[in-house]
Protein backbone atom coordinates (compact mmCIF):
# COMPACT_ATOMS: atom_id res chain seq x y z
CA UNK A 1 0.00 0.00 0.00
CA UNK A 2 1.20 3.24 -1.14
CA UNK A 3 2.23 5.87 2.08
CA UNK A 4 -0.76 8.09 1.01
CA UNK A 5 -3.60 6.06 0.84
CA UNK A 6 -2.71 4.77 4.19
CA UNK A 7 -2.58 7.90 6.06
CA UNK A 8 -6.62 8.21 4.24
CA UNK A 9 -7.42 5.00 5.45
CA UNK A 10 -5.85 5.38 8.97
CA UNK A 11 -7.91 7.73 9.94
CA UNK A 12 -10.88 5.26 9.87
CA UNK A 13 -10.06 3.78 13.37
CA UNK A 14 -12.11 0.60 14.01
CA UNK A 15 -14.95 0.28 15.81
CA UNK A 16 -13.76 -0.35 19.36
CA UNK A 17 -16.62 1.29 21.46
CA UNK A 18 -18.87 -1.09 19.77
CA UNK A 19 -17.09 -4.36 20.06
CA UNK A 20 -18.62 -5.41 23.50
CA UNK A 21 -22.03 -4.74 21.80
CA UNK A 22 -21.06 -7.21 19.16
CA UNK A 23 -19.54 -9.83 21.48
CA UNK A 24 -23.26 -10.08 22.21
CA UNK A 25 -24.43 -10.23 19.24
CA UNK A 26 -22.55 -13.42 18.38
CA UNK A 27 -23.46 -14.99 21.54
CA UNK A 28 -27.27 -14.62 19.97
CA UNK A 29 -26.70 -15.46 16.35
CA UNK A 30 -24.28 -18.68 17.52
CA UNK A 31 -25.14 -22.00 17.04
CA UNK A 32 -27.23 -21.92 13.57
CA UNK A 33 -26.10 -24.92 11.19
CA UNK A 34 -23.22 -25.39 9.47
CA UNK A 35 -23.08 -24.24 5.80
CA UNK A 36 -21.50 -26.82 4.09
CA UNK A 37 -19.95 -25.19 0.61
CA UNK A 38 -21.20 -26.66 -2.56
CA UNK A 39 -18.38 -28.75 -4.30
CA UNK A 40 -17.27 -27.31 -7.69
CA UNK A 41 -15.79 -29.91 -9.73
CA UNK A 42 -12.97 -28.15 -11.71
CA UNK A 43 -12.59 -30.55 -14.22
CA UNK A 44 -14.88 -30.01 -16.51
CA UNK A 45 -15.15 -26.57 -18.00
CA UNK A 46 -18.23 -25.05 -19.51
CA UNK A 47 -21.14 -25.06 -16.82
CA UNK A 48 -19.63 -23.39 -13.77
CA UNK A 49 -17.59 -20.59 -13.78
CA UNK A 50 -16.65 -19.02 -10.35
CA UNK A 51 -17.60 -15.15 -10.54
CA UNK A 52 -16.45 -12.70 -8.58
CA UNK A 53 -19.29 -11.11 -7.69
CA UNK A 54 -20.61 -8.58 -4.83
CA UNK A 55 -23.40 -9.87 -2.25
CA UNK A 56 -25.08 -8.09 1.02
CA UNK A 57 -25.19 -10.52 3.69
CA UNK A 58 -27.33 -10.70 7.13
CA UNK A 59 -24.72 -12.33 9.54
CA UNK A 60 -27.20 -11.63 12.19
CA UNK A 61 -24.68 -9.21 13.65
CA UNK A 62 -27.32 -6.06 13.17
CA UNK A 63 -27.59 -5.55 9.64
CA UNK A 64 -26.81 -6.47 6.19
CA UNK A 65 -22.76 -6.27 5.71
CA UNK A 66 -21.23 -5.73 2.11
CA UNK A 67 -19.39 -8.88 0.81
CA UNK A 68 -17.74 -10.39 -2.27
CA UNK A 69 -17.75 -14.19 -3.04
CA UNK A 70 -17.42 -16.42 -6.04
CA UNK A 71 -20.38 -17.36 -7.10
CA UNK A 72 -22.01 -16.83 -4.07
CA UNK A 73 -22.42 -13.87 -1.75
CA UNK A 74 -19.63 -14.52 0.94
CA UNK A 75 -16.95 -17.38 0.06
CA UNK A 76 -17.03 -19.87 -2.75
CA UNK A 77 -17.62 -23.35 -3.32
CA UNK A 78 -14.88 -25.82 -2.73
CA UNK A 79 -13.29 -26.50 -5.66
CA UNK A 80 -12.05 -30.13 -6.99
CA UNK A 81 -9.73 -31.03 -8.74
CA UNK A 82 -8.09 -34.21 -9.48
CA UNK A 83 -4.46 -35.68 -9.53
CA UNK A 84 -3.52 -36.64 -13.39
CA UNK A 85 -5.93 -34.32 -14.59
CA UNK A 86 -6.15 -31.20 -16.40
CA UNK A 87 -8.55 -29.00 -14.05
CA UNK A 88 -10.01 -26.00 -15.99
CA UNK A 89 -11.57 -23.31 -13.32
CA UNK A 90 -12.96 -20.55 -15.18
CA UNK A 91 -13.16 -16.56 -13.48
CA UNK A 92 -15.36 -13.94 -14.37
CA UNK A 93 -15.24 -10.73 -12.77
CA UNK A 94 -18.23 -9.49 -12.78
CA UNK A 95 -17.00 -6.96 -9.53
CA UNK A 96 -15.78 -3.28 -11.16
CA UNK A 97 -12.50 -3.76 -9.61
CA UNK A 98 -9.72 -6.50 -10.69
CA UNK A 99 -9.30 -9.61 -8.95
CA UNK A 100 -7.69 -12.81 -9.08
CA UNK A 101 -7.66 -16.55 -8.37
CA UNK A 102 -4.84 -17.60 -6.63
CA UNK A 103 -4.26 -21.27 -6.43
CA UNK A 104 -2.70 -21.38 -2.98
CA UNK A 105 -0.53 -24.78 -2.21
CA UNK A 106 -0.66 -26.26 -6.09
CA UNK A 107 2.34 -26.75 -7.87
CA UNK A 108 1.21 -24.91 -10.78
CA UNK A 109 3.72 -22.72 -13.31
CA UNK A 110 3.41 -18.81 -12.80
CA UNK A 111 1.51 -18.45 -15.30
CA UNK A 112 -1.60 -19.71 -14.37
CA UNK A 113 -0.88 -19.06 -10.40
CA UNK A 114 -3.46 -16.45 -9.97
CA UNK A 115 -0.54 -13.82 -8.30
CA UNK A 116 -0.67 -10.30 -8.71
CA UNK A 117 0.44 -10.00 -12.07
CA UNK A 118 -2.62 -11.69 -12.96
CA UNK A 119 -5.01 -9.33 -12.49
CA UNK A 120 -8.35 -9.94 -13.83
CA UNK A 121 -9.87 -6.77 -15.15
CA UNK A 122 -14.01 -5.68 -14.54
CA UNK A 123 -15.48 -7.47 -17.01
CA UNK A 124 -12.55 -9.89 -18.05
CA UNK A 125 -12.78 -13.87 -18.09
CA UNK A 126 -9.71 -15.67 -17.26
CA UNK A 127 -9.73 -20.01 -17.98
CA UNK A 128 -6.23 -21.04 -17.34
CA UNK A 129 -5.19 -24.76 -17.32
CA UNK A 130 -3.53 -26.37 -14.41
CA UNK A 131 -2.26 -29.75 -14.76
CA UNK A 132 -2.70 -31.37 -11.56
CA UNK A 133 0.13 -33.39 -9.99
CA UNK A 134 0.57 -33.20 -6.75
CA UNK A 135 -0.62 -36.11 -3.58
CA UNK A 136 -4.25 -35.44 -2.38
CA UNK A 137 -4.35 -32.15 -0.10
CA UNK A 138 -6.66 -29.69 1.30
CA UNK A 139 -5.90 -26.37 -0.32
CA UNK A 140 -7.71 -23.25 -0.95
CA UNK A 141 -7.83 -20.24 -3.15
CA UNK A 142 -7.84 -16.53 -2.83
CA UNK A 143 -8.07 -13.02 -4.46
CA UNK A 144 -4.24 -11.90 -5.01
CA UNK A 145 -4.04 -8.39 -5.58
CA UNK A 146 -1.09 -6.24 -4.53
CA UNK A 147 -2.08 -3.94 -1.36
CA UNK A 148 -5.82 -5.40 -1.83
CA UNK A 149 -5.23 -8.76 -0.88
CA UNK A 150 -6.39 -8.21 2.62
CA UNK A 151 -9.33 -6.71 2.62
CA UNK A 152 -10.78 -8.28 -0.61
CA UNK A 153 -10.00 -11.74 1.48
CA UNK A 154 -11.66 -10.11 4.25
CA UNK A 155 -15.01 -9.54 2.39
CA UNK A 156 -15.13 -12.87 1.11
CA UNK A 157 -12.77 -13.71 -1.62
CA UNK A 158 -11.75 -16.82 -0.85
CA UNK A 159 -12.85 -20.96 -0.85
CA UNK A 160 -11.34 -24.17 -0.11
CA UNK A 161 -9.66 -26.41 -2.80
CA UNK A 162 -9.45 -29.90 -2.78
CA UNK A 163 -7.17 -31.96 -4.38
CA UNK A 164 -8.24 -35.92 -5.39
CA UNK A 165 -5.62 -38.48 -6.15
CA UNK A 166 -7.65 -41.46 -7.75
CA UNK A 167 -4.04 -43.91 -7.39
CA UNK A 168 -3.86 -43.13 -3.55
CA UNK A 169 -6.89 -44.91 -0.96
CA UNK A 170 -7.15 -45.10 2.52
CA UNK A 171 -10.24 -47.03 2.98
CA UNK A 172 -11.41 -46.06 6.61
CA UNK A 173 -10.53 -42.63 6.27
CA UNK A 174 -14.18 -40.77 6.78
CA UNK A 175 -14.53 -39.18 3.63
CA UNK A 176 -18.14 -38.73 3.41
CA UNK A 177 -18.81 -35.04 2.60
CA UNK A 178 -20.83 -32.84 4.87
CA UNK A 179 -21.45 -36.49 7.66
CA UNK A 180 -17.99 -37.33 8.71
CA UNK A 181 -15.98 -35.18 6.64
CA UNK A 182 -16.34 -31.72 7.04
CA UNK A 183 -14.99 -28.68 5.44
CA UNK A 184 -13.77 -25.64 8.28
CA UNK A 185 -13.01 -22.76 7.07
CA UNK A 186 -12.18 -20.59 10.30
CA UNK A 187 -12.42 -16.56 10.08
CA UNK A 188 -12.47 -13.79 12.44
CA UNK A 189 -14.48 -11.14 11.87
CA UNK A 190 -14.85 -7.25 13.19
CA UNK A 191 -18.79 -5.93 12.96
CA UNK A 192 -19.90 -2.88 13.82
CA UNK A 193 -22.85 -1.83 15.66
CA UNK A 194 -24.78 -1.87 12.09
CA UNK A 195 -23.65 -5.33 11.40
CA UNK A 196 -21.21 -4.51 8.59
CA UNK A 197 -18.11 -6.00 8.29
CA UNK A 198 -15.39 -3.05 9.59
CA UNK A 199 -11.96 -3.08 8.07
CA UNK A 200 -9.88 -0.25 9.15
CA UNK A 201 -5.99 0.15 8.72
CA UNK A 202 -4.35 1.76 11.79
CA UNK A 203 -0.83 1.95 12.18
CA UNK A 204 -1.41 -0.54 14.79
CA UNK A 205 -3.59 -3.08 13.12
CA UNK A 206 -1.14 -2.54 10.07
CA UNK A 207 1.49 -3.81 12.36
CA UNK A 208 -0.41 -6.59 14.35
CA UNK A 209 -2.76 -7.36 11.12
CA UNK A 210 -6.36 -7.35 11.42
CA UNK A 211 -8.02 -9.35 14.41
CA UNK A 212 -11.83 -9.73 14.65
CA UNK A 213 -14.18 -10.65 17.69
CA UNK A 214 -16.73 -12.29 16.11
CA UNK A 215 -15.11 -15.89 14.76
CA UNK A 216 -17.57 -16.90 11.47
CA UNK A 217 -17.30 -20.96 10.38
CA UNK A 218 -18.08 -20.99 6.74
CA UNK A 219 -19.73 -17.31 6.73
CA UNK A 220 -21.69 -18.73 9.65
CA UNK A 221 -21.43 -17.20 13.39
CA UNK A 222 -19.82 -19.85 15.67
CA UNK A 223 -22.14 -22.36 13.98
CA UNK A 224 -23.54 -25.94 14.99
CA UNK A 225 -22.25 -29.12 13.20
CA UNK A 226 -24.69 -31.93 12.70
CA UNK A 227 -22.49 -34.74 12.29
CA UNK A 228 -21.56 -38.86 12.66
CA UNK A 229 -21.93 -40.45 15.69
CA UNK A 230 -17.87 -41.78 14.70
CA UNK A 231 -15.04 -40.80 13.36
CA UNK A 232 -15.33 -36.57 12.41
CA UNK A 233 -12.77 -35.85 9.86
CA UNK A 234 -12.28 -32.24 10.07
CA UNK A 235 -10.59 -30.25 7.00
CA UNK A 236 -9.21 -26.83 9.02
CA UNK A 237 -8.40 -24.08 6.92
CA UNK A 238 -7.35 -20.61 8.78
CA UNK A 239 -8.45 -18.24 5.93
CA UNK A 240 -8.36 -15.32 8.41
CA UNK A 241 -6.23 -12.23 7.71
CA UNK A 242 -3.92 -12.54 10.75
CA UNK A 243 -5.35 -14.45 14.00
CA UNK A 244 -3.19 -17.27 14.84
CA UNK A 245 -5.37 -20.21 16.85
CA UNK A 246 -4.57 -22.58 19.34
CA UNK A 247 -7.56 -25.62 18.69
CA UNK A 248 -8.49 -27.96 20.95
CA UNK A 249 -11.46 -29.44 22.24
CA UNK A 250 -13.74 -27.84 25.18
CA UNK A 251 -14.10 -31.32 26.93
CA UNK A 252 -10.09 -32.11 26.97
CA UNK A 253 -10.60 -35.23 24.31
CA UNK A 254 -7.77 -35.75 22.27
CA UNK A 255 -7.67 -36.08 18.35
CA UNK A 256 -5.32 -37.41 15.53
CA UNK A 257 -3.66 -34.80 12.81
CA UNK A 258 -3.86 -37.25 9.67
CA UNK A 259 -2.95 -34.25 7.02
CA UNK A 260 -0.84 -30.12 6.34
CA UNK A 261 -1.00 -28.06 4.27
CA UNK A 262 1.19 -30.65 1.48
CA UNK A 263 -1.27 -33.75 2.22
CA UNK A 264 -1.52 -36.55 4.32
CA UNK A 265 1.10 -37.33 7.43
CA UNK A 266 3.03 -40.53 7.07
CA UNK A 267 0.88 -41.66 9.87
CA UNK A 268 -1.83 -40.42 12.37
CA UNK A 269 -0.47 -37.95 15.00
CA UNK A 270 -2.22 -37.94 18.57
CA UNK A 271 -2.48 -34.17 19.91
CA UNK A 272 -4.46 -32.46 22.29
CA UNK A 273 -3.87 -28.85 20.89
CA UNK A 274 -2.98 -27.94 17.06
CA UNK A 275 -1.97 -24.36 16.05
CA UNK A 276 -2.97 -23.21 13.19
CA UNK A 277 -1.57 -19.83 11.72
CA UNK A 278 -3.54 -17.37 8.78
CA UNK A 279 -2.96 -19.78 5.58
CA UNK A 280 -2.42 -23.04 7.12
CA UNK A 281 -4.72 -26.06 6.63
CA UNK A 282 -4.62 -29.16 8.92
CA UNK A 283 -7.10 -32.29 8.75
CA UNK A 284 -7.92 -33.75 12.00
CA UNK A 285 -9.90 -36.95 13.07
CA UNK A 286 -11.86 -36.86 16.28
CA UNK A 287 -13.99 -39.79 17.85
CA UNK A 288 -17.13 -38.91 18.25
CA UNK A 289 -18.76 -42.18 18.62
CA UNK A 290 -19.92 -41.58 22.48
CA UNK A 291 -22.26 -39.26 20.93
CA UNK A 292 -21.46 -36.46 23.39
CA UNK A 293 -21.74 -33.05 21.83
CA UNK A 294 -18.80 -31.18 21.80
CA UNK A 295 -17.34 -27.60 21.39
CA UNK A 296 -14.15 -26.81 19.23
CA UNK A 297 -12.39 -23.83 20.91
CA UNK A 298 -9.36 -21.66 20.10
CA UNK A 299 -6.85 -19.79 22.86
CA UNK A 300 -6.62 -16.41 22.30
CA UNK A 301 -3.88 -14.74 19.55
CA UNK A 302 -0.59 -13.86 21.73
CA UNK A 303 1.21 -13.36 18.62
CA UNK A 304 1.85 -9.35 18.33
CA UNK A 305 4.50 -6.98 17.80
CA UNK A 306 6.17 -5.86 21.06
CA UNK A 307 4.37 -8.20 23.12
CA UNK A 308 0.93 -5.90 22.11
CA UNK A 309 2.25 -2.79 23.73
CA UNK A 310 1.74 -0.89 20.82
CA UNK A 311 -2.10 -1.41 21.19
CA UNK A 312 -3.24 1.12 23.62
CA UNK A 313 -7.07 1.50 25.24
CA UNK A 314 -8.17 -2.19 25.12
CA UNK A 315 -5.48 -3.58 24.19
CA UNK A 316 -3.89 -2.80 27.58
CA UNK A 317 -6.90 -3.70 29.32
CA UNK A 318 -7.75 -6.97 27.57
CA UNK A 319 -4.03 -8.50 27.44
CA UNK A 320 -1.40 -9.24 24.72
CA UNK A 321 -2.03 -8.26 21.30
CA UNK A 322 -5.39 -9.81 21.03
CA UNK A 323 -7.63 -6.64 21.88
CA UNK A 324 -10.36 -8.19 19.74
CA UNK A 325 -10.93 -11.62 21.21
CA UNK A 326 -13.75 -13.34 21.26
CA UNK A 327 -16.19 -13.54 24.47
CA UNK A 328 -14.22 -16.17 26.45
CA UNK A 329 -16.09 -19.28 27.41
CA UNK A 330 -13.48 -21.22 29.39
CA UNK A 331 -11.11 -20.16 32.53
CA UNK A 332 -7.77 -20.25 30.48
CA UNK A 333 -9.22 -17.77 27.79
CA UNK A 334 -10.60 -20.05 25.02
CA UNK A 335 -13.71 -18.76 22.66
CA UNK A 336 -15.68 -20.76 21.01
CA UNK A 337 -15.52 -21.86 16.87
CA UNK A 338 -17.07 -24.45 16.28
CA UNK A 339 -19.91 -26.79 17.99
CA UNK A 340 -20.06 -30.18 16.93
CA UNK A 341 -23.63 -32.40 17.67
CA UNK A 342 -22.86 -36.53 16.44
CA UNK A 343 -26.39 -37.12 15.52
CA UNK A 344 -25.74 -38.70 12.29
CA UNK A 345 -25.45 -42.42 11.60
CA UNK A 346 -22.19 -42.97 10.84
CA UNK A 347 -21.00 -44.33 7.54
CA UNK A 348 -19.85 -48.01 7.36
CA UNK A 349 -16.26 -49.30 7.44
CA UNK A 350 -14.92 -46.27 9.24
CA UNK A 351 -11.29 -46.53 11.00
CA UNK A 352 -8.07 -45.52 11.65
CA UNK A 353 -5.43 -47.15 10.16
CA UNK A 354 -1.40 -47.06 11.91
CA UNK A 355 -0.44 -45.37 9.09
CA UNK A 356 -1.73 -43.36 6.06
CA UNK A 357 -0.98 -43.67 2.10
CA UNK A 358 -0.02 -41.54 -0.38
CA UNK A 359 0.78 -38.84 1.39
CA UNK A 360 3.90 -36.30 0.35
CA UNK A 361 7.50 -37.50 -0.10
CA UNK A 362 9.87 -34.95 1.85
CA UNK A 363 12.72 -32.70 0.05
CA UNK A 364 15.81 -34.39 0.49
CA UNK A 365 19.29 -33.80 -0.85
CA UNK A 366 22.20 -31.69 -0.75
CA UNK A 367 21.18 -28.56 -1.15
CA UNK A 368 23.05 -26.34 -3.98
CA UNK A 369 22.69 -23.27 -2.24
CA UNK A 370 21.38 -21.16 1.02
CA UNK A 371 19.14 -18.21 0.40
CA UNK A 372 18.15 -16.08 3.57
CA UNK A 373 15.09 -14.51 3.66
CA UNK A 374 14.34 -12.00 6.61
CA UNK A 375 11.06 -10.88 7.27
CA UNK A 376 12.04 -7.58 8.52
CA UNK A 377 9.01 -4.69 10.09
CA UNK A 378 9.44 -2.10 12.43
CA UNK A 379 13.00 -0.06 12.80
CA UNK A 380 14.54 -2.83 11.47
CA UNK A 381 12.47 -2.71 7.58
CA UNK A 382 12.24 1.31 8.10
CA UNK A 383 15.98 1.11 8.25
CA UNK A 384 16.77 -0.91 4.86
CA UNK A 385 13.40 -0.17 2.75
CA UNK A 386 11.86 3.42 4.46
CA UNK A 387 8.99 1.14 5.06
CA UNK A 388 7.53 -0.37 8.01
CA UNK A 389 7.12 -3.49 6.44
CA UNK A 390 9.62 -5.01 4.38
CA UNK A 391 12.15 -8.68 3.55
CA UNK A 392 15.70 -8.31 3.75
CA UNK A 393 15.23 -4.26 3.57
CA UNK A 394 12.95 -4.07 0.70
CA UNK A 395 9.35 -3.71 0.37
CA UNK A 396 7.71 -5.49 -2.20
CA UNK A 397 7.92 -3.84 -5.80
CA UNK A 398 5.57 -4.96 -9.05
CA UNK A 399 8.55 -4.28 -10.90
CA UNK A 400 11.10 -6.05 -9.50
CA UNK A 401 12.47 -9.97 -9.10
CA UNK A 402 14.16 -10.46 -6.42
CA UNK A 403 15.95 -13.48 -7.51
CA UNK A 404 16.22 -16.41 -9.81
CA UNK A 405 15.19 -19.62 -8.80
CA UNK A 406 17.07 -22.81 -11.23
CA UNK A 407 13.99 -24.87 -11.76
CA UNK A 408 14.89 -28.40 -9.79
CA UNK A 409 17.46 -27.76 -7.69
CA UNK A 410 17.13 -28.09 -3.61
CA UNK A 411 17.89 -24.86 -2.13
CA UNK A 412 17.71 -24.12 2.10
CA UNK A 413 16.01 -20.99 3.08
CA UNK A 414 16.88 -19.52 6.23
CA UNK A 415 13.77 -17.90 7.05
CA UNK A 416 14.00 -15.15 9.93
CA UNK A 417 11.37 -13.35 11.64
CA UNK A 418 11.68 -9.98 13.23
CA UNK A 419 9.29 -8.56 16.23
CA UNK A 420 7.06 -10.71 15.95
CA UNK A 421 6.26 -14.78 14.63
CA UNK A 422 5.44 -14.24 10.53
CA UNK A 423 3.27 -16.93 8.80
CA UNK A 424 5.73 -17.79 5.25
CA UNK A 425 4.04 -18.46 2.32
CA UNK A 426 5.82 -19.34 -0.81
CA UNK A 427 4.22 -19.65 -4.08
CA UNK A 428 4.64 -22.88 -6.20
CA UNK A 429 6.07 -25.67 -3.79
CA UNK A 430 5.30 -27.52 -0.69
CA UNK A 431 8.60 -27.34 1.03
CA UNK A 432 10.44 -29.66 4.18
CA UNK A 433 11.38 -28.32 7.22
CA UNK A 434 14.44 -29.01 8.56
CA UNK A 435 14.61 -27.40 11.94
CA UNK A 436 13.37 -24.89 14.22
CA UNK A 437 15.60 -22.34 16.35
CA UNK A 438 18.31 -25.02 15.60
CA UNK A 439 16.13 -27.65 16.88
CA UNK A 440 15.23 -30.71 14.22
CA UNK A 441 11.82 -31.05 13.06
CA UNK A 442 10.47 -34.85 12.02
CA UNK A 443 8.84 -35.09 9.07
CA UNK A 444 6.33 -37.07 10.74
CA UNK A 445 5.07 -34.25 12.89
CA UNK A 446 4.99 -31.55 9.74
CA UNK A 447 5.04 -33.58 6.63
CA UNK A 448 4.91 -30.72 3.61
CA UNK A 449 4.49 -27.40 4.58
CA UNK A 450 3.27 -24.36 1.95
CA UNK A 451 2.75 -22.11 5.22
CA UNK A 452 4.65 -22.36 8.12
CA UNK A 453 4.50 -19.65 11.12
CA UNK A 454 8.19 -19.03 11.32
CA UNK A 455 9.04 -17.26 15.03
CA UNK A 456 12.87 -16.57 15.24
CA UNK A 457 14.43 -18.96 12.22
CA UNK A 458 13.26 -21.95 10.74
CA UNK A 459 15.33 -23.83 7.65
CA UNK A 460 13.69 -24.95 5.08
CA UNK A 461 14.39 -27.09 1.92
CA UNK A 462 12.48 -26.02 -1.51
CA UNK A 463 12.37 -27.18 -4.76
CA UNK A 464 10.52 -25.81 -7.88
CA UNK A 465 9.39 -27.97 -10.28
CA UNK A 466 7.45 -25.62 -12.63
CA UNK A 467 8.53 -22.61 -14.16
CA UNK A 468 7.64 -18.90 -12.92
CA UNK A 469 9.09 -16.10 -15.92
CA UNK A 470 9.40 -12.40 -14.88
CA UNK A 471 6.25 -11.35 -16.38
CA UNK A 472 4.56 -14.11 -13.75
CA UNK A 473 6.60 -14.95 -11.17
CA UNK A 474 6.61 -16.66 -8.20
CA UNK A 475 5.49 -14.87 -4.64
CA UNK A 476 7.11 -15.63 -1.36
CA UNK A 477 5.79 -13.67 1.68
CA UNK A 478 4.05 -13.09 5.05
CA UNK A 479 0.64 -14.47 4.81
CA UNK A 480 -0.77 -12.14 7.61
CA UNK A 481 -2.20 -9.93 5.10
CA UNK A 482 -1.74 -6.42 6.48
CA UNK A 483 2.01 -7.24 6.45
CA UNK A 484 1.90 -8.94 2.64
CA UNK A 485 -0.56 -5.30 1.45
CA UNK A 486 1.98 -3.68 3.18
CA UNK A 487 5.20 -4.86 1.58
CA UNK A 488 6.54 -8.06 3.51
CA UNK A 489 6.77 -9.94 -0.03
CA UNK A 490 8.80 -10.74 -2.75
CA UNK A 491 8.77 -12.45 -5.99
CA UNK A 492 10.92 -14.41 -7.52
CA UNK A 493 11.24 -16.61 -11.45
CA UNK A 494 11.91 -20.26 -11.85
CA UNK A 495 13.58 -21.16 -15.16
CU1 LIG B 1 -2.30 -17.60 -0.02
CU2 LIG B 1 0.56 -15.57 -2.06
O1 LIG B 1 -0.93 -16.58 -1.03
CU1 LIG C 1 -0.04 -18.90 -2.28
CU1 LIG D 1 4.08 -10.88 9.10
Same mark, same amino acid.
Given at each position: ?123 ? *? ?18 ? !? ?38 ? !? ?118 AAMGGMMRGGM ?13 ? !? *? ?29 ? *?? !? ?45 EVELWEVTSDM ?76
Open positions: MDRRRFLTVSASALATPSLVGTRAAARSVAGQPLPIPPILDASGRADAPLEAIAGAVDFGMGGKAKTLGYSQPYLGPVLRMRRGEIARPVLKNRLDFAVTAHWHGAHVPGAVDGGPQLALAPGK *TWAPELEIDQPAATLWYHSH !IHGETGPQVYRGLSGMLLIDDPDASNPGLPSTWGIDDIPV !IIQDRLFDRDGVLAYGLDMPTMMHGLHGSTILVNGAVQPNASVARGLVRLRLLNASNARVYTLKFNDGRGFHQIASDGGLLPAPLARDALVLAPAERAEIVVDLSDGAAVRLVSLPDTNGGMMGGGDSAAPEA !I *TADGAFGVLDLTPDKAAPAGQALAQSLAGGP *TP !ITGDPVRRRQVALQMGPMAMRGSGNPLAINGRAYDMGRIDFDVPRGMAHPFHVHGTSFTVLSENGKTVPFQQRGTKDVLLVDGSAEILVRFDKPATRETPYMFHCHILEHEDGGMMGQFTVA
